[in-house]
């Protein structure tokens, strides 16, 4: 793992800043919507991206091109769940989950609503697949994507000022 984040720094570092800003919110659009997260952490690519931060202004461009790459994806993920839920659970791999935890994952989503999709967004893993399950459930997508916004915010200003502070260690 570690030479991959080597190579994924040293990669980074060659790009031109509207490039990185592309890349890290086409990767943070795939992780949240594609199940992408799952093998390549977009976390990772955004955290690398902040790291060639060089200002106020830069911080800014990457801040709105990750948002809007939580944002898309988080969405495309909402709708793959709400059109293929019943498809997904039927699958082979959603007949290996129990039918009791279907349950328990809807009654979760509907009784901590937006707080449980706010939570998701800083859980690696979580992140990539509850836009999904959230799309499954009876939520609406204006509660969802109003909790997103709010938690996708505080998660970018979080990694990208750790990859801009590291940046000068």
Not at 9 to 32: C, K, M, Q
Not at 113 to 132: E, K, T
Not at 147 to 161: D, E, I, M
Request: some cysteine.
């Amino acid at each position: 793992m570690n030479e991959f984040i080597d190579w994924l720094n040293s990669a980074v570092h060659t790009f031109p800043p509207y490039w990185r800003d592309v890349i890290a919110g086409f990767a943070i659009l795939l992780e949240t919507s594609v199940f992408v997260g799952l093998i390549i952490p977009g976390d990772t690519i955004v955290l690398a991206a902040g790291t060639m931060v060089t200002d106020w202004l830069d911080f800014f461009g990457l801040f709105v091109a990750v948002m809007l790459g939580s944002f898309a994806g988080e969405s495309i993920g909402f709708y793959v769940g709400r059109i293929f839920g019943a498809r997904i659970r039927s699958s082979k791999l959603g007949l290996k989950i129990p039918e009791k935890v279907w349950h328990q994952a809807d009654a979760f989503v509907e009784s901590r609503g937006g707080l449980a999709i706010a939570m998701s967004r800083f859980l690696p893993v979580l992140h990539s697949v509850v836009p999904v399950t959230a799309g499954m459930t009876k939520m609406t997508y204006r509660t969802f994507i109003s909790w997103t916004v709010g938690a996708c915010a505080v998660w970018s200003s979080v990694y990208l000022g750790i990859g801009w502070f590291a940046h000068g260690a």
